[in-house]
T-cell receptor
Framework: GENVEQHPSTLSVQEGDSAVIKCTYSDSASNYFPWYKQELGKRPQLIIDIRSNVGEKKDQRIAVTLNKTAKHFSLHITETQPEDSAVYFCAASSPMDTGRRALTFGSGTRLQVQP | DGGITQSPKYLFRKEGQNVTLSCEQNLNHDAMYWYRQDPGQGLRLIYYSQIVNDFQKGDIAEGYSVSREKKESFPLTVTSAQKNPTAFYLC??????????FGPGTRLTVL
C-alpha cells in the first residue's frame, strides 16, 4: 500500500523567513496530495491541495510543488508569521479503483515561527 | 468543516467498558472516516466507509467497531478489547477519495 514520509519532524524559523516541508510517497498511482494544518487541540484544516496533472499551485503565501517522477511534493510558506505555528500534515491518495480508498497521511511537521 | 459534528467533546471510560463516539455530517458526502491521534503523533486510520452499509478496516482496526446505517452517520465503538484507547479521535468525510473535512474531535480518556 501507499507509504508517505514527511520531513522534517520539527522546523523552527524566524518571522518573515520561508519554511519548506517535504513529503515522499511510494505509490506511483497516487493522484491527489492535500496539506493540512492542525493547531493545538483543534481539527486538521485543509490549506492547499494539488492533483497529479499540475506541477505547482499557489495560494497567497502558500505554495505546493509536485514532482511525479521523483514521487515527492513540498509545501512552501513564505513570509512566515507567528500564526503559521502549527503541525502540518501531508497526505496522498490513489484513484477510486484501487484497493485502499482513503488518504495516507505523513507523520507531521511541527512548525514554530519565532517572533 | 462546520458540516461535521462529533460528540461528546470529552469522554471518560472505565476499563472493560465499551463506549460509542458519534459522528454526523450534513455535507451529503458518501465517504466517512475515523482516525486516532496520539499526543505528538500523526493520524492513523481506524475504519472507513465509502458507501452506506459498507465499511473497511484501516491500519489499526483491532478493538474498534463501526456501522454505517445512514449516509449522515458513522459511529465508532471503542470496545474493551482496545487495551490503550486514550487518544484524540477524529472523524472526517469526503465526496470520494478526495478532500477530507474533519470534525472537531473527541478526546477519550481511560480512568
Amino acid at each position: 500500500g501507499e507509504n508517505v514520509e514527511q520531513h522534517p519532524s520539527t522546523l523552527s524559523v524566524q518571522e518573515g523567513d520561508s519554511a519548506v516541508i517535504k513529503c515522499t510517497y511510494s505509490d506511483s498511482a497516487s493522484n491527489y496530495f492535500p496539506w493540512y494544518k492542525q493547531e493545538l487541540g483543534k481539527r486538521p484544516q485543509l490549506i492547499i491541495d494539488i492533483r497529479s496533472n499540475v506541477g505547482e499551485k499557489k495560494d497567497q503565501r502558500i505554495a505546493v510543488t509536485l514532482n511525479k517522477t521523483a514521487k515527492h511534493f513540498s509545501l512552501h510558506i513564505t513570509e512566515t508569521q507567528p500564526e503559521d505555528s502549527a503541525v502540518y500534515f501531508c497526505a496522498a491518495s490513489s484513484p477510486m479503483d484501487t484497493g485502499r480508498r482513503a488518504l495516507t497521511f505523513g507523520s507531521g511537521t511541527r512548525l514554530q515561527v519565532q517572533p | 468543516d462546520g458540516g461535521i459534528t462529533q460528540s461528546p467533546k470529552y469522554l471518560f471510560r472505565k476499563e472493560g467498558q465499551n463506549v460509542t463516539l458519534s459522528c454526523e455530517q450534513n455535507l451529503n458526502h458518501d465517504a466517512m472516516y475515523w482516525y486516532r491521534q496520539d499526543p505528538g503523533q500523526g493520524l492513523r486510520l481506524i475504519y472507513y466507509s465509502q458507501i452506506v452499509n459498507d465499511f473497511q478496516k484501516g491500519d489499526i482496526a483491532e478493538g474498534y467497531s463501526v456501522s454505517r446505517e445512514k449516509k449522515e452517520s458513522f459511529p465508532l465503538t471503542v470496545t474493551s478489547a482496545q487495551k490503550n484507547p486514550t487518544a484524540f479521535y477524529l472523524c472526517a468525510s469526503s465526496r470520494g477519495v478526495d478532500t477530507q473535512y474533519f470534525g472537531p474531535g473527541t478526546r477519550l480518556t481511560v480512568l
